[in-house]
């Protein structure tokens, strides 16, 4: 999974399918193997809205996206 801006998500998007290999191995980031598990911790630091989406090849198509609503505390 990445996060960032919808804009930004697709424009990565285009990279993977580029380079369908591609893997990720940062902190915001992560990429697993089938019937792997793993995590991410994500902090936020101010309010908004963050979309996130796996950019695998034809998961984002299959609706692997969403988005986190972040309030000010």
Known sequence: MIHGTEQELKEHYEEMKKFPGMEHEEANKISLKPGQQGEVIWRFTKAGVVHFAC???GHYEAGMKGQV?????
Do not use: M, Q
Request: overall charge positive.
């Open 55 to 57: 950019l695998h090849v």
């Open 69 to 73: 609503k972040v309030s000010a505390r």
